[in-house]
């Protein structure tokens, strides 16, 4: 419960809050289950201490020992993204998003991670992907976007930022800064 509550911290940007929720979890640790610990130890190095190779290390042995844990596949992409390998963080991504095929953030994730590599094409057709679930979302349209740019395609890359300054002020901020 302290880890998880960590995590929530982590996605408020709470960094204090953080630190002290994994504290408390590593007060436990020996009271948890192993991958319970490899989940735990993971969140801790890559939240709090941003040792992203420890963390990689952890989830490592998380996903080696429990393969079908798509949040442990999940999180090392991030811990491998930090350390900028992004073929390693497209792997583990879509590693994730084939054991849940409808998790949004995951397979915005793993679009990003492919864009960051530079494959255009997967970043775009998996943003699209989630565009088709949900129409709206900023960050799939803002990869859309940068990897048409990025590809070329300026005049698709105009459009998607008009249908992006037009979702509300997060997408507006972000088409604007597109644009530019």
């Known amino acids: 419960a302290y880890s998880g509550m960590g995590v929530i911290y982590g996605a408020l940007k709470q960094d204090a809050k953080v630190e002290e929720s994994y504290k408390n979890a590593l007060k436990h640790i020996d009271r948890m289950s192993e991958r319970e610990k490899y989940r735990t130890l993971g969140g801790y190095y890559l939240l709090v201490t941003r040792n992203y190779e420890k963390a990689i290390e952890n989830y490592e042995n998380l996903v080696g020992l429990y393969p079908a844990d798509d949040t442990g596949h999940a999180n090392l992409a991030v811990a491998y993204v930090n350390v900028r390998n992004m073929p390693k963080a497209m792997e583990e991504g879509r590693k994730a998003i084939e054991i849940y095929p409808s998790n949004t953030l995951q397979r915005t994730n793993y679009a990003m991670y492919s864009m960051y590599a530079g494959d255009f094409s997967t970043a775009i057709a998996e943003s699209k992907k989630v565009l088709e679930a949900n129409p709206t979302f900023e960050y799939a349209m803002l990869t859309v976007a940068n990897s048409q740019g990025a590809a070329g395609d300026l ?13 509300g002020p997060l997408g507006a901020s972000m088409a604007s800064l597109g644009r530019a």
């Open 155 to 167: 005049e698709g890359a105009r459009q998607t930022w008009d249908r992006l300054a037009a979702v």
